[in-house]
């Protein structure tokens, strides 16, 4: 049986730039229950292509996807279904990842009858309580998505996604449309729901100041590489790359930078065709000889940190961080 993907999430699938498939090249990625890995890049950078390859609704070329160290693929058919189901998705638009037709009661229980529940008492008991983890009265199970407003409906898209039993949700761009205020609300609820559930989140967004709040390790993509990761705290205090350093002297605090694209100095690149060298060496204001040329290794530097850029090469990650320009 496959799990119901609502309709945006087909669309997410079939809007997927199939050119951009060096996405998430040398990625190793590893996100623990309890814990919120943030995915920040722009458009084209492959953010959205990491999600889907966790949600195995894209293949992924070389490499794996494994959960607690099983793949779907090599498991048994209950157990893969299994872990199916432990992955689940919460996306950018509420307003088209619901059916306006049905009840957002019906739309969480069809998720739980996909899952097995047989007995509609329990379907209903069920939906009442995800409905009030999600901060609603257990009555609006009859309304419409059309009754509630957009911050409203991503908390009946989390309360469907919760609704599989996940272990890890892949939340893409999910507060991108809601007003600032709303946004804090939502990310609120996030972050609720994971203490109470210990879920693991792959948090994707174009927005710094959102990870600056909620993730634990950032992983940041340019046109389909890992140009620095590690974690939230080293990264925010003091950001190696410099693409990291541009974007979130972009982004001061939650909400007031919408679109990193614009924030960025330079246009950029055509993600099919990157340029040589440091992909980012175009919009650069460290330019060298070197970048033009030859393609950075990620390398460790202080903090746990690790960038993809020839100013940090040959450092180590000794207690005396390298001098930034
Ligand atoms: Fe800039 Fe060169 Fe570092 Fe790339 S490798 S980020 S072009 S300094
Ligand atoms: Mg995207």
Redesign the pocket.
């Known amino acids: 049986k496959h799990y119901p993907f609502p309709r945006s999430v087909r669309q997410w699938v079939g809007n997927a730039p199939a050119r951009v498939l060096r996405a998430v090249d040398d990625v190793d990625l590893t996100v623990e229950s309890g814990r919120t890995l943030g995915v920040v890049g722009e458009t084209g950078s492959g953010k959205s292509t990491l999600g889907r390859l966790l949600l195995r609704l894209e293949r992924p070329t070389s490499g794996q996807v494994l959960i607690d160290g099983s793949s779907p693929d090599t498991a048994g058919a209950a157990r893969a279904h299994q872990l199916r189901r432990d992955v689940q998705v919460v996306l950018q638009d509420p307003y088209t990842s619901l059916n306006p037709y049905l009840t957002i009661g019906s739309a969480i229980e069809e998720v739980l009858t996909v899952g097995g529940m047989t007995s509609r008492e329990e379907r209903r008991a069920r939906v009442a309580e995800l409905l009030e983890q999600v901060g609603f009265p257990a009555a609006w199970s009859e309304r419409k998505p059309g009754q509630l407003s957009g911050g409203g409906r991503q908390r009946v898209s989390i309360a469907r996604a919760l609704a599989a039993g996940p272990r890890l949700i892949v939340a893409d761009e999910p507060v991108s449309a809601l007003d600032v205020s709303v946004q804090a609300q939502v990310l609120n609820l996030f972050q609720r729901l994971q203490r109470e559930l210990d879920l693991a989140y792959v948090f994707i967004t174009h927005d710094l100041a959102v990870l600056e709040r909620i993730a634990d390790r950032v992983v940041v993509l340019y046109l389909g590489r890992v140009?620095e990761t590690g974690p939230a705290d080293a990264l925010f205090a003091g950001p190696a790359?410099?693409?990291t350093q541009a974007l979130l002297n972009a982004a001061p605090a939650l909400g007031r930078s919408r679109s990193t694209s614009s924030a960025v100095a330079g246009e950029l690149p055509d993600p099919a065709s990157p340029p040589a060298g440091?992909t980012?060496?175009t919009r650069?204001p460290?330019?060298?000889d070197?970048?033009r040329t030859t393609r950075?290794r990620l390398t460790p530097i202080a903090g746990g940190l690790q960038a993809a850029?020839?100013?940090h090469e040959g450092s180590t990650p000794d207690p005396d961080p390298p001098a930034t320009p």
């Open positions: 140009v790359h410099p693409y440091c980012f060496h650069c460290f330019v060298m070197v970048c950075p850029c020839h100013l």
